[in-house]
Structure formats: structure tokens, C-alpha cells
């Protein structure tokens, strides 16, 4: 018998409120199944099981407030119902949680494919770059100017085109032209 405790979801909270149970007592459960999902101050996550199994008990109900380390389903997983048989593995999950206090809710298989940019990466070659036109700089007399508005036509070609709304445009751009790429970020103020 497993039993599954509430274990830190990474956000850097140590309770969650139980939003909703999608697994009850005598259900099959598959390992990455979701079990519950749960609410904080952040963001609601689904909680996925972490072995294949029938649910032998939920301790907990929709609304209540979870703390990380608590008990919330007892899973019949095959293995020994016995405590002696679970005390082993008792030392080994406190040695990780004092590593840091890091734990592991269960694996989620991601894909890489929306942030790769490997894939689009240009071989580097020497480009010569043609001197532009200077631009005149907004005088600091105007004082409410937050900089000039280009109103013309782009004629340049880009790889990338980015919207800047904040810390994480800058860092998609930022990536897309390590990357290689030709790259355009416009503020999103703006537009």
C-alpha cells in the first residue's frame, strides 16, 4: 500500500485548497493519472497519481486546505501492507527532503518543441551592415516622451518577430537571436 502525500507543487507554497477530486475510493488509477486538483494563491494544478493502482482511501474533501506532507489517498499499489514493509522507504524520502525540501508530485512529459529554436539556427556568417540614416533622439526637454514612434514602412526581412510585454519578451527575443536569428521586438505599449 502506498500512501501518497501532498508533496510541494514547485510554487513555493506549503498548502493548497482542494478544488476538485477526480479519483474516489475503489477507482483504478494509472501512474500519471490525475488524482485532484488543487488550488493556491498561484496557479490550480492537477495532481497526477504517482503509482497504478486501486484507491483504497481519499483523506481529504473538495474545499479542505492540504499542507505539503500530508496524507491524501492511501493507493493499493501491490506492494506489502505491512508498516515494516513501508520503513525503509521513510528514511530515503526524509534524506531528499532535507536536501533542500524539494520534492517530486509525479513526472509530466513535456514537449520542447514550442521554446527549441535549434531547428531554425543559422549557420553564422559575416554580414556587411549598411550604415543607416542617423535618427534624431527625442529632445529630454519633453519630458512625457517615452521615445520616438517609427510610423514608417519596415523593409527588412525577419526570422523572429517578438511582442515585448514585459521581462518575457525580452527573453524570447533574447533567445531567438542567440539563436541565430534575425530578430524584431516591438513594445507593446505601442500598439
Same mark, same amino acid.
Given at each position: 500500500m502506498l500512501k501518497f502525500k501532498f508533496a510541494d507543487i514547485g510554487e513555493g507554497l506549503h498548502e493548497g485548497v482542494v478544488g476538485e477530486i477526480y479519483k474516489k475510493e475503489g477507482d483504478e488509477v494509472k501512474e500519471g493519472d490525475p488524482l485532484f486538483s488543487v488550488e493556491t494563491d498561484k496557479v490550480t494544478s492537477d495532481i497526477p497519481s504517482p503509482a497504478? #493502482? @486501486?484507491i483504497l482511501k481519499v483523506l481529504m474533501a473538495v474545499g479542505d486546505t492540504i499542507h505539503v506532507g500530508q496524507e491524501v489517498y492511501h493507493i493499493d499499489d501491490g506492494s506489502a501492507d505491512t508498516p515494516e514493509a513501508l520503513a525503509p522507504q521513510q528514511p530515503?524520502?526524509?534524506?531528499?527532503?532535507?536536501?533542500g525540501g524539494a520534492s517530486v508530485v509525479g513526472e509530466v512529459k513535456v514537449s520542447n518543441q514550442l521554446f527549441d529554436l535549434s531547428s531554425l539556427r543559422k549557420p553564422a556568417?559575416?554580414?556587411?551592415?549598411?550604415?543607416?540614416?542617423?535618427q534624431e533622439v527625442a529632445s529630454e526637454s519633453s519630458a512625457k516622451d517615452k #521615445? @520616438?514612434?517609427y510610423t514608417g514602412t519596415i523593409e527588412e526581412d525577419f526570422d523572429v518577430i517578438v511582442i515585448g510585454s514585459g521581462p518575457g519578451g525580452y527573453v524570447a527575443a533574447e533567445e531567438s537571436g542567440s539563436a541565430g536569428l534575425k530578430t524584431l521586438i516591438i513594445e507593446k505599449e505601442f500598439w
Amino acid at each position: 500500500m502506498l500512501k501518497f502525500k501532498f508533496a510541494d507543487i514547485g510554487e513555493g507554497l506549503h498548502e493548497g485548497v482542494v478544488g476538485e477530486i477526480y479519483k474516489k475510493e475503489g477507482d483504478e488509477v494509472k501512474e500519471g493519472d490525475p488524482l485532484f486538483s488543487v488550488e493556491t494563491d498561484k496557479v490550480t494544478s492537477d495532481i497526477p497519481s504517482p503509482a497504478t #493502482g @486501486k484507491i483504497l482511501k481519499v483523506l481529504m474533501a473538495v474545499g479542505d486546505t492540504i499542507h505539503v506532507g500530508q496524507e491524501v489517498y492511501h493507493i493499493d499499489d501491490g506492494s506489502a501492507d505491512t508498516p515494516e514493509a513501508l520503513a525503509p522507504q521513510q528514511p530515503a524520502k526524509e534524506e531528499k527532503q532535507e536536501g533542500g525540501g524539494a520534492s517530486v508530485v509525479g513526472e509530466v512529459k513535456v514537449s520542447n518543441q514550442l521554446f527549441d529554436l535549434s531547428s531554425l539556427r543559422k549557420p553564422a556568417t559575416v554580414q556587411q551592415v549598411k550604415e543607416s540614416p542617423k535618427q534624431e533622439v527625442a529632445s529630454e526637454s519633453s519630458a512625457k516622451d517615452k #521615445g @520616438k514612434v517609427y510610423t514608417g514602412t519596415i523593409e527588412e526581412d525577419f526570422d523572429v518577430i517578438v511582442i515585448g510585454s514585459g521581462p518575457g519578451g525580452y527573453v524570447a527575443a533574447e533567445e531567438s537571436g542567440s539563436a541565430g536569428l534575425k530578430t524584431l521586438i516591438i513594445e507593446k505599449e505601442f500598439w
